[in-house]
């Protein structure tokens, strides 16, 4: 008879496996095992399998130490039955019994996301785009810091950053153990790098944008954009986490993106007042190279004010004067009353 045994991990994925061709097939840490195990939980001898007279494999226990339990956790007690695709714990070890038969699962073609997969998980990428993004990052403290300023300043921001960073991977990583899938830490955590690298890129292009038109066309294009850099960033994400692509994955990008933009906009109307007895304006401020198109002379800035304010004193007096003829006409009203 001839079998192939799997040894698996805890989260289902074959470690180690090895072919027998035997009447019997003894497994254990002892050297003349057909299946040699090397784990110290497991006997000398721990179990066989041979093939019963019906031409039926059977396994059995070997007067173990740690004893053979099935898949259920239940001690072997005697024979037992074997079918292609069963599992059983020696010990602690988890092993799976297969026929040279047993169907394997369906192929899947390389994609090129499967190459930008690689790619993204290459030590050198990683290093690039984390040390890109922590400079950036540095540089915007720096910016942004009045007062003295001093490198240990950045110590704790850049540790909690760290730890804000690796939630992402850990959380794709810890689905993927989960359902049995290759964990892939490291492609997880490039693309949530590349992807705050694309979003601070977004709003540095919108600036330039609020800064030459204004602040509507800005915001429009940022979130569109910024729409679509998320999704892109899900729907990789879910590609990492079961290497496969189809509708269901898009469908389901799609709609958390839907969600998340939601969960934003929702948070920033209910901080949004209904009124606001002050003028919006935008206090964006740039050095003149970033204009990109000409600016108006001082001098056309106070003629168009100066026309400004001489319409709006030419509305309150019109206005007063209406609401002076109103009054007039209510009074003289009281008069015929009374008279």
């Given at each position: 008879m001839e079998l192939i045994i799997q040894t698996l991990s805890r989260s289902g994925k074959v470690s180690q496996q090895q072919k027998?061709?035997?009447n019997v097939i003894r497994i254990g840490?002892?050297?003349?095992?057909?299946?040699?195990?090397?784990?110290?939980?497991?006997?000398?001898?721990?179990?066989?399998?041979s093939q019963n007279e019906l031409g039926e494999f059977e396994i059995e226990d070997l007067n173990s130490l740690n004893h053979v339990f099935d898949k259920d956790k239940n001690q072997l007690l005697n024979k037992k039955t074997l079918k292609s695709g069963d599992e059983f714990y020696l010990g602690k070890l988890r092993i799976k019994?297969?026929?040279p038969h047993h169907p394997v699962a369906e192929t899947i073609a390389l994609t090129k996301s499967e190459e930008?997969?690689?790619?993204?998980?290459?030590?050198?990428?990683?290093i690039t785009s984390f040390s890109l993004f922590i400079?950036?990052?540095a540089l915007t403290e720096y910016l942004t810091f009045f007062g003295e300023f001093k490198i240990k300043q950045l110590f704790n921001p850049v540790l909690s950053l760290i730890f804000a960073l690796t939630?992402?991977?850990i959380f794709w990583s810890?689905?993927?153990?989960?359902?049995?899938?290759?964990?892939?830490?490291?492609?997880?955590?490039?693309t949530l790098l590349i992807t705050l690298l694309s979003l601070k890129a977004l709003t540095s292009v919108s600036s330039l944008v609020a800064y030459n038109t204004n602040g509507t066309i800005a915001n429009v294009m940022n979130a569109m954009v910024g729409f679509v850099i998320v999704f892109a960033c899900l729907r990789f994400s879910l590609y990492l986490f079961?290497?496969?692509?189809?509708?269901?994955?898009?469908?389901?990008?799609?709609?958390?993106?839907?969600f998340l933009f939601g969960l934003a906009s929702l948070g920033y109307y209910a901080k949004h007042k209904d009124f606001s007895a002050r003028p919006s304006y935008s206090g964006l401020i740039l050095p003149s190279q970033f204009l990109l198109k000409d600016s108006i002379s001082i001098g056309d800035f106070v003629d168009n004010n100066s026309e400004l304010y001489s319409s709006a004193q030419q509305e309150a007096r019109e206005k007063k004067q209406d609401e002076h003829s109103t009054d007039q006409n209510e009074t003289e009203n009281e008069n015929l009353i009374e008279m």
């Open positions: 027998a061709s035997s840490r002892a050297y003349d095992n057909d299946i040699i195990l090397e784990d110290i939980h497991i006997s000398e001898h721990h179990a066989q399998i019994i297969l026929s930008t997969a690689e790619f993204f998980s290459s030590k050198l990428f990683f400079s950036l990052f939630l992402w991977p810890l689905l993927s153990r989960f359902f049995k899938h290759e964990a892939r830490f490291w492609a997880h955590l490039s079961n290497q496969k692509r189809d509708r269901r994955q898009l469908w389901l990008s799609f709609s958390l993106s839907c």
